[in-house]
């Protein structure tokens, strides 16, 4: 049986639905309130992250059942999550966003909506609303904030729109409803350093969050960070250095925090830099052959919560 170095989405999954789901991406007519003020973040292309997303305009039942359809013959999958993923789906007026996921519940097997969204995008009414609609369909929420770094500076460098503040905030305000919390993060954003890392995962890990997806950085073509990159103004971290960084991330995470993913994915088309030009699945090999060198597991070093200079010198 193959080392469990990390608690995976998929045996989360299987865990809570009792067998495989795959998520089905769903792409809404919204936009992000940072690309409407402050012209969104640097590394944003026009696309958001939807490079192989339908079209929005596409109803969103179509969406569902064209992607289901690829997924249940290649997967054998049956039961779904419907992902609202592109931009920030909690910026569309309560009610237009309620209709699309009464949409999407319309399907059958689907077990869940996640949202993405920002984290300065979090509201009570409407987790209100998100709430009244699980308990009248049965249909869990999960909400996914880009949060990406907790170096504040970096967030202001790479124009995010919002501080480490407004994370902590939206997390607090979804915590007493129960929806599951996933945190995405970019280990090597230019600017930060190994203890950026370090601390994201403490940070995390100090907080009811449910689960990260780490993303290696990717810059596509059409973003402000292109320009950048082309004109050798920003420093990318070596690959050997995210593999470090991504080690002391996952040995210093809280060991029930679900991991999704540890490095972006993305079409080669698209990008002009993503993951040093390696496949996603020999990284992960790369990284695994150093979490056995260090004989690292997630949460092996979470031992600085609750007390933990009390706990050292406890008699």
Known sequence: MEKQYYYAYSKYLKE?????????????????????????????????????????????????????????????AHK??????????????????????????????????????????????YLEAFQNFRERTGIEVSIELGLQTVNYHTLSAMNRGHGLAEFINAVLLIAPYHFPVCVHMILNLPGDAMEDARESARVLSAL??????L????????????????????????????????????????????????????????????????????????WKALMEERQYVQGIRCDYLNGAALNRWEM
Not at 39 to 45: I, K, P, R, S, Y
Not at 247 to 260: C, G, H, N, Q, W
Request: proline share 5%.
């Open 208 to 213: 009811p969050v449910s689960m990260v997806k």
């Open 80 to 125: 779904f999550i419907a992902y609202f993923q592109n931009y920030t789906n909690t910026f569309l007026p309560l009610p237009a966003l309620l209709q699309y996921m009464e949409e999407a519940a319309g399907m059958e097997n689907i077990v869940e909506i996640s949202l993405s969204t920002r984290p300065d995008c979090i509201r009570q009414d």
């Open 16 to 76: 809570k639905y009792g067998e495989k789901v795959y998520k089905l991406p769903v792409n809404l007519p919204v936009t992000c309130p940072n690309r409407k003020e402050g012209g969104g973040c640097l590394f944003c292309a026009d696309a958001g992250t939807g490079f192989e997303a339908k079209e929005s305009t596409m109803p969103v039942l179509e969406q569902l059942q064209s992607s289901r359809e690829k997924v249940e013959k290649r997967y054998h």
């Open 215 to 286: 993303h290696s950085l990717y810059i596509p073509k059409e973003c402000a960070l292109y320009k950048e990159y082309e004109a050798g103004n920003i420093q990318i971290c070596s690959k050997q250095e995210y593999i470090e960084r991504l080690a002391e991330f996952i040995s210093l995470l809280r060991k029930d925090i679900v991991v999704e993913r540890l490095f972006s994915r993305i079409p080669e088309k698209d990008s002009a830099f993503s993951n040093w030009g390696n496949s996603w699945w020999k990284l992960t090999d790369e």
